[in-house]
């Protein structure tokens, strides 16, 4: 009997502690429009980046090709020193022109504390943006739309309910 409570105990102690990761995590739909540009689709990551200007973790990657991520030269970096499986978080490039939308998890737990949300951007044989956008992860800036500086015209974040 005691081998049965324990057991009942440790099941609703993992489903309270998966509630609670999941509680901490939300959802936010993230509509970037491009720029008019002539070339190459851009490659574009999102990543966050932690207080300190550090890469922690790769949101989402416009792009599915490998071979050019080493384009994204920052990033890359970061991949090479501590790789990520970004399997599940990659989708095609953007053309000129193009709207996209996403959806990306973002931790809440690290909303006011000095973390960012960046966009890098690189098209073939053409200029390269290290921060493209770059959004502060605050209450704030996940409610305004940022303007890009070079093939991102900007990027709107929204909460998905």
């Known amino acids: ?7 009942i105990i440790a099941v ?5 502690a998966s ?18 540009y002539s070339g190459e689709g851009a490659y574009i990551v999102v990543s966050l980046i932690n207080p300190k200007g550090q ?7 416009m792009g599915d090709d490998r071979k ?5 030269k920052e990033w890359h970096k970061s991949q090479i020193k ?4 970004i399997s599940a978080v990659t989708g095609a490039s953007a053309n000129g022109g193009d709207r996209n939308v996403t959806t990306l998890e973002l931790d809440e737990t690290k909303v006011n504390k ?3 949300i960046s966009f890098e951007s690189a098209v073939e044989d053409q200029k390269y943006y290290t921060t493209e956008v770059e959004i502060p992860l605050t209450t704030e800036g996940l409610s305004q739309k940022t303007e890009g500086k070079g093939y991102i015209k900007f990027v709107k974040l929204s909460k998905v309910e």
Do not use: D, H, R
């Open 114 to 116: 000095g973390y960012k």
């Open 19 to 36: 509630m609670t990761a999941s509680a901490q995590s939300a959802k936010y739909k993230c509509m970037l429009q491009m720029n008019s």
């Open 68 to 72: 050019w991520y080493k384009s994204l």
């Open 55 to 61: 890469y922690e973790k790769t949101l989402y990657v």
């Open 12 to 16: 609703l102690a993992i489903g309270i």
């Open 82 to 85: 501590m790789p990520e499986n």
């Open 1 to 7: 009997m005691k081998s049965l409570f324990k057991n």
